[in-house]
Nanobody
Framework: QVQLVESGGGSVQAGDSLRLSCAAS????????MGWFRQAPGNEREFVSA????????IYADSVKGRFTISRDNAKNTMYLQMNSLRAEDTAVYSC?????????????????WGQGTQVTVSS
């Protein structure tokens, strides 16, 4: 079983930056890709970004492209999400997830393991 633990959330002003971390642990960690999703109150869960663990290829939702950067540290089994130029509409609970099965990165159903989520609040 893989455990995922997020950290780095908080409350900031619009235009500020935050960096989220997602540390993976467990008996065996083998992921095809890992991703970040977010969910704001009253909204459906939304894909934010994903990274292919093997070669580091990245994918972003249009809403965050150019502002957010996803990265990973293979040695530490840790994924990061650098969020710059934050906006009020970025306010949500951000969750990291890992996929061992592969598939389309945008679909939450393709992820096998999820973290507990971390709150990001951006005030305008």
């Amino acid at each position: 079983q893989v455990q995922l633990v997020e950290s780095g959330g908080g409350s900031v002003q619009a235009g500020d930056s935050l960096r989220l971390s997602c540390a993976a642990s467990g008996r065996t960690f083998r992921s095809v890709f890992m991703g970040w999703f977010r969910q704001a109150p009253g909204n459906e869960r939304e894909f934010v970004s994903a990274i292919l663990w093997r070669d580091g290829s990245t994918i972003y939702a249009d809403s965050v492209k150019g502002r957010f950067t996803i990265s990973r540290d293979n040695a530490k089994n840790t994924m990061y999400l650098q969020m710059n130029s934050l906006r009020a509409e970025d306010t949500a609970v951000y969750s990291c997830a890992a996929s061992g099965r592969g598939g389309v990165v945008y679909y939450a159903a393709n992820y096998d393991n999820w973290g507990q989520g971390t709150q990001v609040t951006v005030s305008s």
